[in-house]
């Protein structure tokens, strides 16, 4: 049986390709991964590594076993996991910080799944105004968008594909635009100066647009205020297929898709969270997280959002 800390660490290398960014995640000294990894390779009766130029790569064995390597600490990890449900509780305090887009609907609901279950368990929910660019240990972070490196484990739990969206009412005033050269007739509503930083709109059958738009007249910084303007028939603006779904489901008829199959640049949703062992309560809010991830967050076409204006 291999030794999972030499697992661990071999696995952690090829994530980072460094020894010296993996020791700093791991918390251990350099000679000490060195020793795990020389120890595993020992145990294979073949080199796992190969240095090239500062950057450390797998050598064919090791791209084989990397794969094995992770499948058994999956495995020795939902044994833990499993132990743990057998012996105790989830009790303690949770920090949840979480981007304005996902707070007050889907991750609110969340919170309340995991209270339900957890009866012992208690969470603080924290808006998070912009990506985390440090470690912190105490808290899960959950952000919508581009992320850094931070010292925090990443995983993307899907991205929001986005759209362009207005009022029927605005469209009727306004006429209806046809194609993205279209919008500069149009009162554009920006979110976080989207447009000034250089969209670009895609079109399966055609070719990439820039987006631009004449500047904002209305901007904003918050998503929920965003898509509020849009929908009183402020203005166009870009918006979340997910965000509109939802808002459709709940209010008919305020919301239309234009330009439909022109999309901006997905965004990605990312779980931040501390390397290494996680506490019980971690271990769960992350499991129910990737759980219930909502199955339009993956790479797959949007539904239509029909409307009689927009073609």
Request: aromatic letters at 6%; one cysteine or more; a positive charge.
């Amino acid at each position: 049986m291999y030794d999972l800390e030499g697992l661990a660490t071999f696995a952690a290398v090829m994530e980072s390709r460094s020894l010296t960014l993996s020791a700093r995640r791991l918390g251990v000294a350099k000679s000490t991964l060195s020793r795990r990894i020389a120890h595993l390779e020992a145990e294979l009766g073949q080199p796992l590594l190969r240095r090239q130029a500062n950057r450390l790569l797998p050598t064919e064995a090791g791209a084989l076993f990397l794969e094995h390597a992770r499948e058994m600490l999956r495995l020795a990890e939902q044994s833990r996991l499993a132990l743990d449900d057998l012996r105790a509780e989830v009790h303690g305090e949770l920090v949840i910080k979480v981007h304005p887009v996902l707070a007050r609907g889907w991750m609110a609901q969340q919170a309340e799944r995991f209270l339900d279950r957890h009866p012992r368990a208690r969470v603080e929910l924290r808006l998070l105004q912009t990506p985390p660019n440090a470690p912190d240990l105490n808290a899960v972070h959950l952000w919508v968008g581009e992320t850094n490196e931070c010292g925090l484990r990443q995983d993307t739990l899907g991205r929001l594909r986005r759209g362009v969206y207005a009022h029927p009412d605005y469209l009727l005033r306004r006429g209806t635009p046809h194609h993205p050269r279209d919008l500069e007739y149009h009162a554009w509503l920006d979110l976080l100066g989207d447009a000034e930083r250089g969209l670009v709109l895609s079109h399966p059958d055609e070719s990439d647009h820039p987006l631009t738009p004449v500047g904002s007249r209305l901007r904003v910084d918050q998503p929920v205020l965003h898509a509020d303007a849009i929908v009183r028939g402020q203005g166009i603006g870009l918006i979340p297929h997910w965000m509109a779904q939802r808002r459709q489901r709940h209010h008919p008829g305020t919301l239309v898709q234009c330009l439909v199959g022109w999309e901006a640049p997905p965004l990605p949703i990312t779980l931040l969270y501390a390397y290494g062992h996680q506490p019980r309560k971690v271990g769960a809010l992350l499991e129910q997280l990737r759980h219930n991830a909502p199955t339009a967050w993956r790479d797959h076409r949007p539904e239509k959002v029909e409307n009689p204006f927009c073609s």
